[in-house]
């Protein structure tokens, strides 16, 4: 069955970086995009972007450019989503989704909830 | 881009339909049928129940139905339980090849 499971929570300093991990297990790694979405305290999902588990590639919207880095390894089927220099307002919960084809999430992670102090 | 426009909030009796719109534009909703939908119970990941406008994952009830309409996509759940009350997310790819989501609506069932 295919499970997407994430690192813990982290609690960050504002100006730091935060490296979330998402390991898949369950299906072909390198053959699904994964996709990042996080979701602040009692606020709608928001896209942080996708990357292909086979070549690396990435691609995410304008606001997260420059800030969000998107990595693999696949010798561990893992994906990482670093995010630097953090705000308050980069406080929510962390997932990552697998592209089931589509540009849909067919499965979730447990999600992270990093939080951000001054 | 600007997130899809959803309904805060739509309440049911049990066994009743209620309908849930998500509103975008040219550059997404009315020119992609990249449209999803998911659930998301308190404290939980989303749940997929919906995508390519109409189509339901497999193990998702089919009392689950989605449509289009220009511009608007619904969902549509019919003969509402206790336990299909949660948050509502539509989502959409758009032409800059990037994902947009829906401001979310809140499902009451009364």
């Known amino acids: 069955q295919v499970q997407l499971v994430q690192s813990g929570a982290e609690v960050k300093k504002s100006g730091a970086s935060v490296k979330v991990s998402c390991k898949a297990s369950?299906?072909?790694?390198?053959?699904?995009?994964m996709h990042w979405v996080r979701q602040a305290p009692g606020q709608g999902l928001e896209w942080m972007g996708i990357?292909?588990?086979?070549?690396?590639?990435?691609g995410n919207p304008q606001k997260f450019q420059g800030r969000v880095t998107m990595t693999r390894d696949t010798s561990t089927s893992t994906v990482y989503m670093e995010l630097s220099s953090l705000r308050s307002e980069d406080t929510a919960v962390y997932y990552c989704?697998?592209?089931?084809?589509?540009?849909?999430?067919?499965?979730w992670g447990q999600g992270t909830l990093v939080t951000v102090s001054s | 881009q600007s997130a899809l426009t959803q309904p805060a909030s739509v309440s049911g009796s049990p066994g009743q339909s209620i309908t849930i719109s998500c509103t975008g534009t040219?550059?997404?909703?009315?020119?992609?049928?990249?449209v999803s939908w998911y659930q998301q119970h308190p404290g939980k990941a989303p749940k997929l129940m919906i995508y390519?406008?109409?189509n339901r994952p497999s193990g998702v009830s089919n009392r689950f139905s989605g449509s289009k309409s220009g511009n608007t996509a619904s969902l549509t759940i019919s003969g509402l339980q206790a336990e299909d009350e949660a948050d509502y997310y539509c989502?959409?790819?758009?032409?800059?090849?990037?994902?947009?989501f829906g401001t979310g609506t809140k499902v009451t069932v009364l």
């Open positions: 040219s550059s997404d909703v009315a020119t992609y049928n990249y």
């Open positions: 369950g299906y072909t790694f390198t053959t699904y995009y």
């Open positions: 390519d406008v109409t």
């Open positions: 990357i292909n588990p086979s070549d690396g590639s990435t």
């Open positions: 989704a697998r592209e089931g084809g589509r540009w849909q999430g067919d499965y």
């Open positions: 989502s959409s790819y758009t032409s800059s090849t990037t994902l947009v």
